[in-house]
C-alpha cells in the first residue's frame, strides 16, 4: 500500500539538496561541495551557461578564447560548491582561468556523484534545445535581454 506523500515529506526530501559533502583535497586541505543538484539551481546554471558568453562580450572579454567544455565543468564547481566565486563576469572569468590551472581541478569534479552531473546534463541539453529553437526563428538583434527573457521562457516550459 502507498504512502500519501505531504509537503513535510517533500521538505525532507528537499534537504538533500542542502547538505554539503567534505571533499579532502590534499594533507592540509579541503572544500565543500553540494553532491546532489536542485532544480532550481540547474535551472540558474543553465541560465548562466546560456547568456556567460554574451555578457562576456558585452564586458569586453574575448570569450572565444575559453574552452566551453572547462567553462561547463567549471560551471558546476562554481554552483555546487562553497568555493566564493563571484558572479560578475569578470571576476567570474578570472576565477575560472585559475581553477583551471589549479592541480585539484579534475579532483573537485571527479568528487561530484556521476548521476548529478548526468542529471544536469540531461537538464542543460533539454535546455539548450529549446532555446536554439527559439533562436533559430529569431536570429537578429540578440541583446543580453532578449536572450535572458527566450532562456526564462525555455525554462518555464521545461518545468511545466
Known amino acids: 500500500m502507498s504512502k500519501k506523500i505531504t509537503l513535510t515529506d517533500i521538505k525532507n526530501d ?24 536542485s532544480p532550481t539551481k540547474m535551472a540558474e546554471l543553465s541560465k548562466e551557461l ?8 558585452e564586458a569586453g572579454i574575448d570569450f572565444e578564447k575559453i574552452n566551453l567544455t572547462d567553462w561547463s565543468l567549471y560551471s558546476i564547481i562554481y554552483k555546487f560548491a562553497d568555493l566564493g566565486i563571484p558572479s560578475e563576469i569578470k571576476k567570474k572569468v578570472q576565477a ?17 556523484p556521476k548521476e548529478s552531473i548526468k542529471e ?12 536554439f529553437e527559439v533562436l533559430d526563428r529569431d536570429k537578429e ?18 518545468v511545466n
Request: proline fraction near 1%; avoid cysteine; charge should be negative.
Open 14 to 37: 528537499n534537504k538533500a539538496y542542502s547538505q554539503k559533502k567534505r571533499v579532502e583535497l590534499s594533507d592540509d586541505s579541503h572544500v565543500f561541495i553540494y553532491p546532489h543538484f
Open 50 to 57: 546560456a547568456t556567460d558568453a554574451i555578457r562576456a562580450k
Open 96 to 112: 575560472f582561468q585559475l581553477l583551471v590551472d589549479w592541480k585539484h581541478f579534475g579532483d573537485l569534479i571527479e568528487a561530484f
Open 120 to 131: 544536469f546534463e540531461n537538464y542543460f541539453m533539454r535546455f539548450q534545445q529549446g532555446v
Open 141 to 158: 538583434n540578440l541583446s543580453t535581454e532578449k536572450v535572458e527573457n527566450i532562456v526564462l521562457d525555455v525554462q518555464d516550459n521545461l
